[in-house]
């Protein structure tokens, strides 16, 4: 190799070493984690060093406790200095030092921040800061102040050292998790023992049609515990909120039953609204077999034969059969469209639209009156019956595709033939 | 009679008086076609011409109905095989039409190769067949688009990114084709633009060439049969008795085209998404299995070489050296006899057919 040229290729490769080298610090500060900040940051706080040293770390505490990943060490809560790694300076009231709350001072001992919007808001700008004062107008809260510290604070539900945002899906609040950290305490015989309220709440949601959504389909937008009783302030609902709470997500069947005289004769007999029929923790997926004058009709639980009610289940009863036993007759008659390979896009949308007046329909059952109901009935069942129209076309297309397949290839094999006959005697001639 | 006789002799003079066309007649009477035990083979090019008629024939019914664009192509497509009558039956031959055809010009294509019919004097006969291929493989791929389905979005996102794999030529002939840098409605537009009327001028151009070709040469003996003394030779006119013969095997055909149309009617899947992920099983239509399978199995890097690159253009030499095969053909034989292209035939047809069921095996 020329000297010059020999000049060049090391002076290049000098080059292009001197770049991955710069390519691989800057790469490793952009690397520099969260997670790592957050161990540097433990490594410096006395509290923390020595007892993890000494093994008295608190019972479930986890380093990725929401307040240690904002900075707040031990100190934050218990006071003292972090900064001395001497026990009686680090402890001493001087500092500070508060040591670990009692029951009765949890709820205040948190409050501490969580109640300061002035200080919350420099972490979460939309955060409540109204737990505390939610909590001591809860069934909990009451009974604390009475001197019951059999109740539940901040860290039954929340933990003590392993606290997590409630979106968060190791959180005890999360909402799949809900329900577990709950029946925690309402499920324990024992410690329920003294309230007289029933601990198989768990068990009958678990079952429900909403625990089953939340549980099962883990859709996270099912009603958990604290959707129906609150959460900080939790009590179980009263007979005038009853059907507020259940109205919440159920818009329309709340409106519906608030505008009959049924909910005003349901609050003059002292009766609980949606729960009357429905029931609560156990509460099954509404089915047609509940409105009806026979059988599990929950109708029948007050009314009697003769009275407007029964006229009016009965009424109702009978359009709701009409539309399912058409909307199901064009559900059997779309799966052979489809068996049979041919298009049923537009039978789709009929049964879509089907389907949604039979929902509607369903809605309106809790206005009691048929004359509303036949409305959507008759919506559905135009659209059904079209459904059934579009699917016998479509089969009665299937079977003509085949017999004109048949009529053409008789055609075709006649000419077939004919042209071999000519042929084969052209052949001969 | 006798006066319906006069006219038609009447209006032939006067045609013959303006464009001499009795010579062309006279051709048509006494041109022969031989008779052996290879004639068949002689059928494949006039089904494949059929099949392409039949192309014209529902492409222009599909024209009346289908909405290049973006917004309107899916669910024009859908109103053509719901709405418009016997449009299912328009849309359904006209895919598996297109498929036949693709499959009868492989065969014909390979007929020709190993009876050597493209020597000398046919070797642009060969050519021009060779690029009528090509561009049909190219109404293939672009036609499958315009439905703009699911699949063929994804499957034509694909495409043309293998297509930009082609060295210097392959990035502007990506963004060209696919008229941005991504497969869009204008993707779609120029598909349309190309698949009804850029290639289906090129190909009359070509085809008319091919047949022009093929009236003026005649049928290709095999060369045992040209050895043979003219006496033992077996000769039939080719018009009628040969064409009545190709009219026998169209209609077959058709009754088979009909057949697929009407117990496998062509699907349309869910209309394509640009913002959903690539759904599993993308494939290519079957013809281009072969390529996709093989691009698949090559290793990221041969040598210096990005496997990809190495087999787009591995491709692209050995379609220009089958192109060219009239032109190389006669170095290989051996006394005027060939083995060595037999076995490069059959070692195409065994790679062919291994990779594309490999392909839809795994």
New interface residues.
């Given amino acids: 190799m020329r000297p010059r040229l020999r000049g060049v290729v090391v002076a290049c490769a000098a080059m292009a070493a001197g770049a991955a080298w710069a390519a691989m610090v800057g790469a490793q500060d952009v690397t520099t984690t969260a997670d790592e900040e957050r161990k540097r940051f433990l490594a410096e706080d006395q509290c923390y060093v020595c007892h993890q040293e000494e093994d008295m770390l608190p019972e479930g505490f986890d380093d990725g406790d929401v307040h240690v990943q904002h900075g707040l060490s031990c100190a934050g809560c218990h006071g003292g200095d972090p900064a001395s790694d001497d026990e009686d300076v680090a402890m001493s009231k001087a500092k500070g030092f508060v040591g670990v709350p009692g029951k009765r001072q949890i709820a205040e001992f948190c409050g501490r921040c969580h109640s300061s919007i002035d200080f919350m808001r420099s972490y979460q700008p939309r955060i409540p800061t109204d737990q505390v004062a939610q909590y001591n107008t809860s069934r909990h809260g009451q009974k604390l102040r009475e001197g019951d510290t059999n109740v539940a604070d901040c860290t039954s539900c929340h933990t003590s050292h392993a606290i997590h945002p409630a979106s968060d899906a190791r959180s005890t609040v999360y909402p799949l998790h809900v329900p577990t950290t709950c029946n925690h305490c309402h499920g324990d015989a024992k410690r329920m023992a003294g309230y007289g309220i029933p601990t198989n709440q768990y068990d009958k949601y678990v079952g429900s049609v909403h625990g089953t959504a939340l549980l099962e389909n883990q859709d996270t937008g099912a009603p958990a515990c604290n959707d129906c009783h609150g959460n900080h302030g939790a009590m179980p609902p009263g007979l005038t909120s009853i059907s507020q709470v259940c109205g919440t997500c159920h818009v329309n069947n709340l409106q519906y039953f608030s505008a009959t005289r049924m909910a005003e004769a349901f609050e003059e007999e002292g009766f609980h609204g949606c729960e009357e029929c429905h029931g609560n923790h156990a509460i099954a997926h509404a089915n047609d077999d509940m409105v009806g004058t026979s059988g599990d009709a929950v109708c029948l639980d007050c009314h009697e034969e003769g009275d407007d009610g029964w006229e009016s289940a009965a009424a109702i009863r009978e359009q709701l059969r009409t539309l399912t036993t058409t909307y199901d007759e064009a559900i059997a008659k779309q799966g052979e469209v489809q068996r049979k ?1 041919m ?1 049923d ?2 039978i789709e949308y009929l049964l879509k639209d089907a389907h949604q007046s039979l929902i509607q329909a369903r809605t309106l059952v809790h206005t009691f009156d048929p004359e509303k109901v036949a409305v959507k009935i008759d919506e559905g069942l135009a659209k059904a019956k079209e459904a059934v129209t579009e699917a016998d076309a479509a089969v009665e297309e299937f079977y003509f ?2 017999r ?2 048949g009529l ?2 008789i055609f ?2 006649v ?2 033939v004919a ?2 006959f ?2 084969r005697q ?2 001969r001639g | 009679m006798g006066k319906r006789r006069r006219m038609g002799e009447g209006l032939y003079r006067w045609v013959d008086e303006r464009f001499h066309v009795t010579p062309l007649f006279d051709f048509m009477r006494h041109k022969q076609v031989p008779v052996h035990r290879h004639t068949i083979w002689y059928y494949m090019g006039g089904v494949a011409l059929f099949l392409f008629l039949v192309q014209v024939a529902s492409g222009i019914l599909l024209v009346l109905y289908y909405q290049p664009n973006q917004d309107g192509a899916f669910d024009s497509v ?1 109103f053509i ?2 709405k418009v009558q016997f449009g ?2 328009v849309r359904s031959v006209h895919s598996w039409s297109a498929n036949l055809m693709v499959f009868f010009l492989f065969v014909h294509m390979f007929s020709t190769f190993f009876t050597r019919a493209f020597r000398k004097p046919r070797e642009l006969t060969w050519v021009t067949g060779f690029v009528l291929l090509a561009l049909v493989l190219g109404f293939g791929f672009t036609g499958y688009l315009l439905p703009w389905n699911e699949l063929a979005y994804f499957a034509t996102k694909v495409g043309t990114d293998i297509m930009g794999a082609v060295p210097l030529i392959g990035e502007p002939l990506k963004v060209l084709l696919r008229g941005g840098d991504d497969v869009t409605g204008a993707t779609l537009v120029r598909f349309y633009a190309i698949h009804i009327a850029i290639i289906p001028a090129l190909f009359t151009m070509l085809l008319g060439l091919h047949l022009l070709f093929v009236q003026r040469q005649g049928m290709h003996e095999p060369e045992y049969v040209a050895r043979l003394p003219e006496e033992r030779k077996s000769m039939i006119p080719f018009f ?2 040969f064409l ?2 190709d ?2 095997l169209w ?2 055909v ?2 088979v085209l ?2 697929l149309a ?2 496998f ?1 062509w699907e349309l899947g869910k209309e394509a998404d640009m913002f959903a992920s690539a759904p599993e099983g993308i494939r290519p239509e079957w013809y281009f299995m072969f390529m996709f399978q093989t691009l698949k199995l090559l290793p990221a890097h041969v040598l210096f070489i990005e496997g990809e690159v190495l087999g787009i253009v591995g491709f692209g030499l050995m379609g220009l050296a089958w192109m060219l095969v009239p032109f190389w053909e006669r170095a290989l034989a051996r006394d005027g006899r060939a083995p060595w292209p037999t076995v490069i035939g059959v070692a195409g047809i065994v790679f062919i057919l291994v990779m594309t069921i490999w392909g839809y095996l795994v």
Wanted: proline share 5%; aromatic share 10%.
């Fill in positions: 390979g298009d896009v537009d595709r085949r004109g397949f053409a290839t075709i094999t000419l077939i042209l071999a000519k042929i052209m052949g | 859908r095989t719901t299912w039956l009628p008795n009545l013969r009219t026998l209609l077959l058709l009754n009909l057949y009407v117990f009617p």
